[in-house]
């Protein structure tokens, strides 16, 4: 069950990520600008953060079997709806619906957390973000090669194809669950806000999320338009190949919890932070283009893919470890704001790469690792004045 769960996080978060390869292509398709073509990278993580806060809250409310095999049933219409849209507005408008509704990932996490025994929660949590990490790559790679071959349709409207096979999956294999409170909606969308302003703890982990991957998605929402670009001259499918390279981090998540559950979340932050830090500096040389200029590339996302997905892990224990009937209301709190910074990560990544080229996406890189840092050394302060 742990693993069809991991497949389902993968397919799921997938359909977040595999507009990222396929927006120059995109932009020929449909005749527009490259850099208004990457916006449907942010229209997916604007609608994640929107379906974070407006659904996985549910999850608390609702059985999951219902709840799961329906969200993936609606995914796939608007990933149908994207593959067939005529024009950027409508592609837009499906990007948002698609990233709405795909937020299973955060609804399985809570139920995962509850399955296993306190002491295995890192172990499961790194085995559900190792599948969405592998579902990240995997669509990214694949939608390169498919936008490559048929067009930029074809990777929306396999998505969609996939999103109704886990749908029916998922009805037919999980089990019957009870609802872990009765509350009204709209008390349900008001308790993470409850939770980010009584919960200490909550709000630091919200807050590193939000930087680091605000710094990821400022990389991956931009890299495409360096390697098509007059810089390397590559198609989408090496940007999909460039995430391929990065399985690595499917490896290193489940031993991220692992450490986890020994020494506590705070030193895994620490290292991911410094690790981006260090990432940026790498990712710079890539402006120099040619093998050099590639392997730079291909080191650098490593290492900040790595941490980001490391540092996931110990802000997701930390939360976990707050309450255990409110799972999904802490996640609810938590993925939101970690999208928002997504977003805008992603959006001023295509901005500064417009601006000041591949050097600005780098420095953006290093200032939002910073901000986490800094967070992070004024809470070991107060620790050790206290």
Sequence with gaps: MLWLLAVACGVAVGNVYFPQTVTPLVAEGLR?????????????????????FLLVPLGDRVPYRPLIATLFAVTGLGLATAGFAPSFGPLFAAGVAVGV??????????????????????????????????????????????????????????????????????????????PHTRQSYPDLLLEPLRLLRSEPELRRSCWYQAMIFGAFSAVWGSVALLLTGPTYGYGAQAVGLLALVNAATMIATPLAGRVVDRRGPDPVNLVCMLAVVGSAAVLAAGTAGGVGGLVALVVGTLVLDVAMQCGMVANSIRMYALSDTHRGRLNTAYMTCGYLGGAVGSWLGVRAYTLFGWRGVCALVALMAFAALARHLVRQRVDISG
């Design 32 to 52: 527009m600008a490259p850099d208004r073509a990457a916006l449907v990278v942010t229209a997916a993580q604007i609608g994640y953060a929107c379906g974070i």
């Design 101 to 178: 509704t795909t937020v299973i990932a955060p609804i399985i996490g809570p139920m995962v957390a509850g399955m296993v025994a306190p002491d295995q929660r890192g172990a499961a949590s790194g085995t559900m973000l190792a599948g969405s990490v592998g579902g990240m790559l995997l669509a990214r790679t694949v939608s390169g090669v498919l936008g490559e071959w048929l067009g930029w349709r074809a990777p929306y409207l396999v998505a969609s194809g996939l999103a109704f096979v886990m749908a029916v999956a998922l009805w037919r294999a999980l089990p019957r669950t009870e």
